[in-house]
């Protein structure tokens, strides 16, 4: 595998804007207004990297068919597994979100994340 990109710092204003939703997650609530930047796809689609932002608010996330790696770059948000205790990430954690992962995501300030997701 090839790196097909130049690692740089991506600003809010370069990222892509959306809705949060389908195939996602399920927004449980008010729309969360989400911005992304996907520069780095492997040769065979299997794994991607990139920044995610999104505004507070609540959904459901069930990582069925990929799992998710991330390090918070800012905000917070409480992560709670399915029969799980509520996990809180914040500036500086990590969290690791393997395939068959299920539960939900309580952002409560504007989140910025560093993602890679991997498929099987």
């Known amino acids: 595998m090839s790196i097909t990109f130049q690692p740089r710092e991506l600003f809010a204003g370069e990222l892509d804007e959306s809705l949060l939703g389908q195939p996602f997650a399920d927004v449980l609530g008010d729309n969360?207004?989400?911005r992304m930047s996907v520069p780095f796809i492997s040769d065979d689609s299997r794994i991607?990297?990139?920044v995610w932002e999104a505004e507070p608010g609540l959904s459901r996330w069930e990582f069925l068919e990929r799992g998710e790696a991330i390090h918070v770059l800012e905000g917070r948000m409480v992560v709670t597994e399915d029969?799980?205790?509520p996990v809180i990430?914040?500036?500086g954690?990590?969290?690791v979100f393997p395939i068959g992962w299920q539960g939900t995501w309580e952002i409560q300030e504007r989140f910025r994340?560093?993602?890679?997701?991997f498929n099987s």
């Open 113 to 117: 994340k560093f993602f890679v997701i």
């Open 32 to 34: 969360i207004a989400v």
């Open 89 to 91: 990430l914040q500036a």
């Open 48 to 50: 991607l990297s990139g």
């Open 93 to 95: 954690t990590a969290a």
């Open 83 to 85: 029969g799980g205790e």
